[in-house]
């Protein structure tokens, strides 16, 4: 997809689900063109635009955007059974429900009734936080 705004020609790349996006200005990116960057970054951005250079690098060669350089979200199990436990709540599911979803049948039969409601309290916070993030929490997940 190609959109030209600001003066900048942006060109995304998508693939499975990954993007890439460049943004390059003062010839056409549709007919060939040279590449060229400052080679001095601060040391904030050096390991994010080394990256995005192999990443197209590595585009060019393959034709395909690598899953090696689009790590996955260190919070991404934990918010993912936030919005698991969202769902089952807002679909009146009871919390042993969500808990069979969340952990399977095996480990709710084991430690449902644990005296010290672990994996219970495990149910709650996930539907607490799922609530906050719908209640305007998300917010925050983007600064």
């Not at 199990?77 to 399977?104: K, M, N, Q, T, Y």
């Not at 009734?113 to 936080?129: F, I």
């Amino acid at each position: 997809m190609l959109v030209t705004r600001d003066g900048y020609q942006h060109l995304l790349v998508e693939d499975t689900g990954r993007s890439l996006q460049l943004a390059a200005s003062g010839v056409s990116i549709l007919e060939p063109v040279r590449l060229t960057s400052s080679v001095l970054w601060s040391p904030e951005e050096l390991k994010q635009r080394l990256n995005a250079l192999e990443c197209l690098n590595s585009l060019c060669w393959t034709g395909r955007l690598q899953s090696g350089f689009f790590p996955t979200e260190p919070r991404s199990s934990r918010l993912r059974r936030v919005l698991h436990a969202l769902d089952g709540f807002i679909a009146g599911v009871s919390h042993r429900e969500i808990g069979l979803a969340l952990f399977g049948r095996a480990r709710v039969e084991q430690d449902w009734a644990d005296p010290g409601d672990h994996l219970r309290d495990s149910v709650r916070r996930a539907v607490r936080r799922g609530r906050s993030l719908m209640n305007g929490g998300y917010k925050r997940l983007l600064l």
